[in-house]
C-alpha cells in the first residue's frame, strides 16, 4: 500500500502515523523530521534550510529535491508492503515530480488521505505543542502557504481519483477509526 498523508499543520498526520504503521506494516518518512534533523546536525543543506522553516515557508524546492528523492527510493526498495508519506508533496511541482519518480520505480500510489480539520481548530493546537517553529506568526504563515501552496493538491489527487477525506476532529481514536475505514478497502 502506497500513501500520501496531506493535512495542514497541526491536523493530527503524526499523530495517526505509528497507528497506520502498526496495522498497515508501512514504512513511513515526514520529510520535516528529515529536515530537523539536517538542520540539528548542521549539515549544509541544514543550514540552508533553517530560515525557510524558522519563517513557516516551504524550504525550496532545489535544496529539499536531492533529500526526498533518495527518502522515497528507499522507502520504495526496502518494503514491500509499501510506504506513507507526511509532510510530502507540498505544492503541485512536488507532486508531479512525485508522480515522475513513482512510475519510473513502477510504484504508483493508491491513495491519498486528506486529513480535514478547520484553521481556528489548527491554531489552538499548534500553539499547545511548543515546537520552535509553533509561535503564532509561524503558525499563520504555515497556514497560509498550506491554503496557497497545498490545498490545490486536494484537487490534483481528487481527479485522479486518489482522494479520500477524513474528518480530522473527534478522540485521536475516532479518527483512527475513519482513517481504517477508509484504508481496510486498499490494503
Ligand atoms: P507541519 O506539518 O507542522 O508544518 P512539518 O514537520 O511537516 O510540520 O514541516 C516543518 C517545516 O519543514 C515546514 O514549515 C517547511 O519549512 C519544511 N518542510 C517540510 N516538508 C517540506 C517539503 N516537502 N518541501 C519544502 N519544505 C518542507
Given at each position: ?34 529536515l530537523r534533523?539536517e538542520v540539528a546536525?548542521g549539515t549544509d543543506l541544514g543550514q540552508r534550510a533553517k530560515p525557510y522553516m524558522d519563517a513557516?515557508n516551504?524550504v525550496?524546492?532545489?535544496i ?68 520552535a517553529d ?54
Amino acid at each position: 500500500m502506497r500513501i500520501v498523508l496531506l493535512g495542514a499543520p497541526g491536523s493530527g498526520k503524526g499523530t495517526q502515523t505509528d497507528s497506520i504503521i502498526e496495522r498497515y506494516g508501512v514504512s513511513t518518512v515526514a520529510t520535516g523530521d528529515l529536515l530537523r534533523a539536517e538542520v540539528a546536525a548542521g549539515t549544509d543543506l541544514g543550514q540552508r534550510a533553517k530560515p525557510y522553516m524558522d519563517a513557516g515557508n516551504l524550504v525550496p524546492f532545489d535544496i529539499v529535491l536531492g533529500m526526498i528523492e533518495n527518502a522515497v527510493r528507499k522507502l520504495a526498495q526496502s518494503n514491500p508492503k509499501g510506504f506513507m508519506m507526511d509532510g510530502f508533496p507540498r505544492d503541485l511541482p512536488q507532486a508531479e515530480a512525485l508522480d515522475k519518480l513513482l512510475d519510473k520505480l513502477g510504484q504508483p500510489l493508491d491513495a491519498v488521505l486528506f486529513i480535514d480539520v478547520d484553521y481556528e481548530e489548527i491554531v489552538k493546537r499548534l500553539l499547545g505543542r511548543g515546537r520552535a517553529d509553533d509561535n503564532e506568526d509561524t503558525i499563520r504563515n504555515r497556514l497560509r502557504v498550506f491554503e496557497e501552496k497545498t490545498a490545490p493538491l486536494i484537487d490534483f489527487y481528487t481527479k485522479k481519483g486518489l482522494l479520500h477525506t477524513i474528518k480530522g476532529t473527534g478522540t485521536v481514536e475516532d479518527i483512527g477509526q475513519r482513517i481504517r475505514a477508509a484504508l481496510d478497502k486498499i490494503a
